[in-house]
Every structure is written in structure tokens, then in C-alpha cells.
């Protein structure tokens, strides 16, 4: 049986980081926000995996997200909404 090596604390990084700014991809302000926050609070829940096989499971199951979220990025571009949601206008 083969040991699973857990990721590393750059790789763990690095997927954070591609998950926020591929949430940033969207135009719209309510999917942009669950997006990142379904994000951070994944991390948050995963943060404190110490077995590696566990946390290699997690690391994968992100990668399996963001390929999702990059794939919802391309979708909802092509049909991105006409107005701003109330959340983004600025007062005048």
C-alpha cells in the first residue's frame, strides 16, 4: 500500500489563491461572493487535517472545485446580467 503524501503548505496556497480569483471572474455580485466564501469556509473547515491521506483527499476534492467554478466562470460570462446587483452600486 502506497503512503498518500499530503500537499504541501504552497500547494494549499496556491489552490486558495486560484479558487479567489476565479471567483473574481464572475460578474455576478451573488455568485462571486458564495464563490469565495464557499472557499474560505472549506479551508477553514480542512485547516486542522492532520492524517495526510485525509488531507490529500481534501486537497483533491478543491482541485475537483475549481475546475467546477473556472468551468461556472465561463457560463455565467455568457450570460452575465444587464444591471448591477444593489451590493456594488456606489452611493452618489
Known amino acids: 500500500m502506497a503512503a498518500v503524501a499530503a500537499p504541501t503548505r504552497a500547494e494549499v496556497l496556491s489552490l486558495f489563491r486560484s479558487l479567489l480569483r476565479t471567483a473574481k471572474q464572475f460578474s455576478d455580485y451573488n455568485i462571486r461572493e458564495y ?4 472557499a474560505a469556509d472549506a479551508f477553514r473547515d480542512n485547516r486542522a487535517l492532520a492524517d495526510p491521506p485525509a488531507a490529500a483527499a481534501a486537497f483533491a476534492e478543491g482541485k475537483k472545485q475549481l ?3 473556472r468551468r461556472q466562470a465561463v457560463v455565467y460570462s455568457l450570460y452575465a446580467p444587464k444591471a448591477k446587483s444593489v ?5 452618489q
Open 35 to 38: 464563490t469565495r466564501r464557499r
Open 67 to 69: 475546475e467546477v467554478a
Open 87 to 91: 451590493m456594488e452600486l456606489k452611493v
